[in-house]
C-alpha cells in the first residue's frame, strides 16, 4: 500500500455507495497511518464550488476531473471519466460500485469481516442497479436508508460503525413502505408527469421509492420522455433534482445544470434562489427547453461533475 496520509477524506452525502465507501477509507487511514481523518460529504453543487487546497486528499464517489489531478491526491471512483490521471492516484473500475472498490483497499491492508463483506455487496447490487440479482429488493431497502433519512443522521444514529447498518431496525420500515407504498405510488405518479422539454418530464410522487417507480414508469414506456426527473427538497430549502433514463440520456441533462452522476442516474442541485417545487418546474423549463439536449456517452457533458 503506497496511498499516502489524507488531511480529509470527501465523499457523496446522497447514497449509501457515499457513506460505505467514506466511512471505509476512514478505517483505512486508521490502519495505514493511525490517524482519526476528517470525513466530509458534499453535494454535487457543494463539490463543483469547493476549493482543493488540501496538500493531500483522499475523494470517493467523485467523477474524476482536471480539478483532482493533484500530487498526493487518490480518487477512488467508478463513474465515467474522459481525463487521465496524470499527478493524482486514480483507481478507477466503472463495473464496481465506491465502496467495492474501497473495500478491496481495505482488504490488502487486513480490513475485512463477514460483515463488512455483506453489507458491501449489498451496496453494490443497489448502487449499480443490478435489478435481476435476487437481493436486488432488499439492496434497495438499504440504499433508501440514506436517502430517507439522510447521510450524518445515519451516521450518527450508527456511530461511525458500518456494521450496523446490517440488519438495522429501520430496515422493517424500508420493507414496509416497498410493499405497501409502492405500488400506490406509482399510480399516483403515472398520473403526475408534467412536461419540461421534448426529452424530459418531471415525476410528481407522494409515496413510495422514487427511484423505483421513476425506473418502472420508463421501462413499461408510461411516459413520452426519454429523461424523467423528480424532486428532493432538502431542510435547508434547497431543491435536489434526480434524473433516470434507459439510454444514457440522463447525465447529459444533468450536465446541463451543472451536475453529474451515471449515463442513466444523474443529478445536480438546484440554485439556492430556487426553494420550492414551482419555482424549480420553472427553472428547469427556461434551462432545458431553449437548446437540442446532448445524449448518451457521446454527450460533450460526459465527463463532467458538479
Known amino acids: 500500500m503506497s496511498l499516502p496520509k489524507p488531511d480529509v477524506i470527501c465523499t457523496h452525502e446522497s447514497d449509501l455507495d457515499g457513506l460505505v465507501a467514506g466511512g471505509l477509507l476512514r478505517r483505512l487511514a486508521k490502519t495505514l497511518h493511525g490517524a482519526e481523518v476528517l470525513l466530509q460529504a ?19 464517489d467523485f467523477t474524476f476531473e482536471s480539478r483532482l489531478d493533484r500530487s498526493g491526491w487518490v480518487v477512488i471512483d467508478h463513474h465515467t471519466t474522459s481525463v487521465a490521471a496524470q499527478k493524482a492516484q486514480l483507481i478507477h473500475d466503472s463495473s ?19 460483515a463488512l463483506d455483506r453489507l458491501v455487496q449489498l451496496t453494490n447490487i443497489g448502487d449499480l442497479w443490478l435489478r435481476r440479482d435476487p437481493e436486488f429488493e432488499l439492496a434497495c431497502d438499504y440504499a433508501n436508508l440514506v436517502k430517507t433519512y439522510g447521510f450524518w443522521h445515519m451516521h450518527d444514529l450508527i456511530g461511525g460503525e458500518l456494521e450496523r447498518l446490517l440488519d438495522h431496525p429501520l430496515l422493517e420500515v424500508m420493507a414496509v413502505k416497498r410493499r405497501v407504498e409502492d405500488p400506490l405510488g406509482y399510480e399516483w405518479s403515472r398520473a403526475h408527469v408534467e412536461r419540461i422539454s421534448p426529452e424530459v418530464g418531471v415525476v410528481h410522487t407522494t409515496v413510495g421509492n422514487t427511484n423505483l417507480i ?28 434526480s434524473f433516470r433514463s434507459l439510454n444514457g440520456e440522463a447525465l ?26 414551482e419555482s424549480a ?20 457533458f460526459a465527463g463532467l461533475r458538479l
Open 42 to 60: 458534499w453535494n454535487y453543487q457543494g463539490w463543483k464550488m469547493r476549493p482543493m487546497n488540501e496538500r493531500c486528499a483522499w475523494v470517493t
Open 252 to 277: 447529459g441533462v444533468a450536465a446541463k445544470l451543472q451536475g453529474g452522476g451515471h449515463p442513466n442516474a444523474a443529478g445536480t442541485t438546484l440554485p439556492k434562489s430556487v426553494q420550492d417545487v
Open 281 to 300: 418546474t420553472l427553472y428547469l423549463r427556461e434551462v432545458l427547453d431553449s437548446a437540442p439536449m446532448a445524449t448518451g456517452l457521446n454527450s460533450p
Open 214 to 241: 421513476v425506473h418502472h414508469l420508463l421501462e413499461r414506456g408510461a411516459t413520452p420522455f426519454k429523461v424523467l426527473a423528480t424532486y428532493f427538497p432538502k431542510s435547508n430549502r434547497t431543491i435536489v433534482v
Open 96 to 114: 464496481k460500485s465506491a465502496s467495492l472498490l474501497c473495500y478491496e483497499l481495505c482488504q490488502a491492508a487486513g480490513i475485512g469481516s463477514a
